[in-house]
């Protein structure tokens, strides 16, 4: 397919990866060509990377950056364009410009899709034309390495479109999240909304730490939750099953809900607690290489996850620790050759 990257910043060139990766032609355009410019060298520092924990499903690193190109005419590309993911800042103004202008470019056929985290796809798209092909497709910062994406339609977002959507973000590797309306905050942002509202209130009532409460998500629920999820958890966490976990535990949650009603200013004197905190295990010049750090992590990770994935659904029982996906693969298929 071909796409269109619309805004080359922190977000607009993670999806330039992730489409690049799965094989679609990609061509980014932004306002400021320097940012795009920028964009294709962090990518093309990025990929090697990639391609040495495996996650380029088998492809050289130079293949995968050939099929990004920067554009700096964006109605040309917009013409044949399949699907378009529009990055641009949070401001409902800006967008509903920068729509508008897609929308007359684009052909018929092309998915417009935004990137907003913030903003309901209704809130900019109600006078386009083609307002019937808008939505929104929310990744978790970077899509090439965290999968899951919220795909958000407006009241009049054809269901054919959130299909093709859907589609589309499968066939690149994420994991779609299809809303059935849309919703402040999407769905993702309302439960990380929910643990960060608890976790500002145990700090400015002196209940625990901020690293308390990092150790309790980082050694605790989190290593559950990297591979499965809440409604997963309880179903095996009582005997019965999630009907049984909810018979023997709502009491609990009912009891601690009234406490939960009141909100913390994050950013009034609880935010002093938490940024020296902060600031004492993490200096604010060493932030740019603790991110590196984090994402080196999830590269890992992820490909940690798809390996155990691969080994329990071929049931491969014995694998080498030093091989990885690919490797894995392979000899599976030498193997199957020779029978």
Known sequence: MRTVIVGAGLIGRAWAISFARAGHTVRMWDTDVSAAGAALGFISEVLPELAEHDLLSGQEPKAVLDRIRIVGDLEPAL?????IQE???ERVEVKREVYARLDASASPGAIIASSTSALLP???TREIPGRHRCLVCHPINPPYLIPAVEICPSPWTSPEV???AADFMRSCGQAP???KQELDGFIMNRLQGALLEE???LVA???ASPEDVDVGLRDGLALRWSFMGPFETIDLNAPAGVRDYAERYQGIYERIHPSTQRRVDWVGPVMDVIEADRNSRLPRQDLAERQRWRDLRLMELVAHKKLSEVLANENLTEVSADKNLTEVLAD???VEAGK
Do not use: C, E, W, Y
Not at 79 to 83: L, N
């Open 332 to 334: 599976k298929t030498h």
């Open 87 to 89: 990055n641009t800042p």
């Open 177 to 179: 999240l299809v809303m």
């Open 122 to 124: 209704s809130q900019f």
């Open 205 to 207: 009532d002196g209940v």
């Open 199 to 201: 976790a500002f209130r």
């Open 79 to 83: 013409a044949d364009a399949d699907h």
């Open 162 to 164: 959130v299909t093709r």
